[in-house]
RNA sequence: GGGCCGUUAGCUCAACUGGUAGAGCAACUGACUCUUAAUCAGUAGGUUCGGGGUUCGAGCCCCUGACGGCCCA
């Protein structure tokens, strides 16, 4: 859709065009960029917003602000309308005896959508609302396209999507949303910062896509002659920093999974990475509820929220629950107990809930289908669920005191996994026999890509002091805090199919 | 990949059993100097997502494609 052809097509933006030919008669610039704001609504409506209607008349000040124009009350010489700028909106009222007839012959060209500054004195309305007299006012950027409806706002999802500038502008909420994922991405940085970690990043680019199970995305590098692929996991960078002596350092960026979308899966997400040195998974797990704790508390106020009308309590501490435990616990059969010790018993009863059990999975595989099938959806309350097998843990450290299991949580809310952590595996021998083991067991598919990242053994020989280290998932964990049912609403630009219609 | 639902004016939505596509907001013209979904009077605005079919007649039924949403794998 090119501007020129949508001028054909529509009576609403041919008029808009004679409007604009007739400002650019009258000699106004559509896009100037010399006015100074030097006031946001907000520091206005803070600063006088409990002075009287009085005490204002005695204020001499002048203001200077800008945005774009959301309502307009025109009463023939004189109008109401509401900028809206970063902060939140303001009321400005425009009266022909004090703009002069030019500048309100001006305003009388405009239109809801476009930017307007604003020089003027404050008073009160007969209503109370405090507002701007506008004794000067200049057009910032003419719209050529009108806004969706003042009332309802933009609701079609496809256009909140692929047009979100219009979402932004005319839903407030979503604007309170992306706010907030800035808000709680900020405290979570100064939480690990404050514990002197820091903040690095690794290659988004890598040879050997490691530190995760998925299928990545492919590209390739001309100069080098080499293929690349965009990362699933930074881990195994993350592990080298910390061969290195960093010690602690986290990253927060994004992976790439080419894989299903879903209102839980985007192809790229924000993943809150970090490794701690001389601590164990059971620090890691106190340190992320007092870190989500945190952050509730900062961003939301209070541990108590509420997601999609389920009330979560997000005050530490939260349970610890071994898989096998969580089994029994909310197994949902009698013999749910038996399932953990008995390896025929689990394959029956995952084959009765109408799990595929392939060849040879082992007993410790088939009770992680059983507990996502069954368990998963019934914690919804933050818990940790601890002791995954060793065989769906290939970084993991086994436990001391059972090598089957490994030193690795889990965290759940509302029935999804929030975050991955475990004591880190810096035996380099037992690391490459896992890789092989993992590499053999899923083929040489170009899907499935069963390379070895030789470097990160060779840098695992080097001596990685022990460490503990977690995932987090920070959308899913924005969508929680913003009580957001769909990740695409905690992502600005979520991905969409290509359209016909190259302009959107 | 499968199932279900959706796509109508710039936006939000109607349209009975297949029978002349409507409303509110926005826009345009006019009135109006304290409104806040301003008000009042009038006007204009449509490839009903695309393509094909059935029918005297299709927004509606059938086939097909595109895009989106939800659920499932």
């Known amino acids: ?59 001499e000040e002048i203001f200077s602000c800008a945005g774009r124009i959301m309502a307009i009350r025109d009463f023939g010489r004189a109008a109401f309308i509401h900028l809206q700028d970063r902060k939140g909106r303001i009321q400005v009222y425009l009266r022909e005896d004090l703009l002069g007839e030019e500048l309100f ?55 909140r999507y692929r047009q979100r500038y219009l979402d932004l502008a005319v839903n407030p909420k979503v604007r309170e949303t992306f706010y907030r994922r800035s808000e709680i991405i900020k405290v979570m940085k100064e939480f690990l910062l404050q514990r002197d970690f820091l903040e690095v990043e690794t290659p988004m680019m890598q040879p050997i896509p490691g530190g995760a199970v ?14 690349l692929y965009l990362r699933i996991a930074p881990e195994l960078y993350l592990k080298r920093l910390v061969i290195g002596g960093l010690e602690r350092v986290f990253e927060l960026n994004r992976n790439f999974r080419n894989e299903g979308l879903s209102t839980q899966h985007n192809p790229e997400f924000t993943m809150l990475e970090f490794y701690q040195s001389y601590c164990t998974y059971e620090d890691l797990m106190t340190l992320t509820e007092e870190m989500i704790g945190e952050v509730a508390l900062r961003v939301l106020g209070s541990y108590e929220i509420t997601y999609q ?70 914690l919804i309350q933050p818990i940790f669920i601890t002791e995954y097998p060793v065989e769906v843990s290939p970084l993991a450290r ?15 809310m509302v029935g999804r996994e929030i975050a991955n952590g475990f004591s880190e595996l810096n035996n380099p021998e037992d690391q490459s026999e896992r890789f092989r083991a993992q590499a053999a067991k899923r083929g040489g598919t170009d899907e499935e890509i ?53 302009s959107l």
């Not at 435990?325 to 013999?335: S, T």
């Open 1 to 59: 859709m090119t501007f020129g052809a949508v001028m054909e097509e529509s009576e609403l933006l041919r008029q808009r065009r004679e409007k604009i030919k007739s400002l650019k008669e009258m000699g106004v610039e559509l896009f100037p960029n010399d006015f100074k704001v030097e006031h946001t609504s907000l520091e206005i409506l803070q600063r006088y917003g409990d002075w009287s209607a009085e005490d204002l008349q005695g204020l």
């Open 105 to 159: 012959g001006l305003f009388k060209k405009l239109d809801v959508g476009d930017f307007l500054g604003v020089r003027g004195g404050l008073f009160r309305t007969k209503t109370g609302e405090l507002t701007v007299e506008a004794a000067l006012i200049k057009l910032l950027a003419k719209s050529f396209h009108p806004l969706p409806e003042k009332w309802h706002g933009l609701t079609d999802v496809e256009t």
């Open 214 to 227: 998925a299928r990545p995305f492919k590209t390739y590098h001309k100069t080098l002659d080499m293929e």
């Open 309 to 378: 009308g389920v009330g979560l309590n997000l005050a530490p501490h939260w349970p610890r629950v071994t898989l096998r435990e969580a089994l029994v616990q909310y197994g949902g059969v009698d013999n749910s107990h038996n399932i953990v010790e008995d390896y025929l018993l689990a394959q029956e009863r995952a084959r009765n809930l109408g799990l595929e059990v392939e060849e040879g999975e082992s007993h410790g595989e088939i009770l992680v289908k059983i507990f996502e099938e069954v368990v998963e959806p019934k």
């Open 398 to 412: 086994r436990k001391n005191d059972a090598q089957e299991v490994t030193e690795r949580f889990e965290l759940f």
């Open 450 to 502: 069963s390379l070895i990242d030789e470097g990160f053994l060779t840098a695992l020989e080097y001596g990685m002091p022990p460490t503990a280290g977690e995932g987090i998932g920070v959308d899913r964990l924005v969508m929680i805090l913003t009580d957001s049912p769909s990740i695409r609403d905690v992502i600005f630009f979520p991905q969409m199919r290509k359209k016909p219609d190259v």
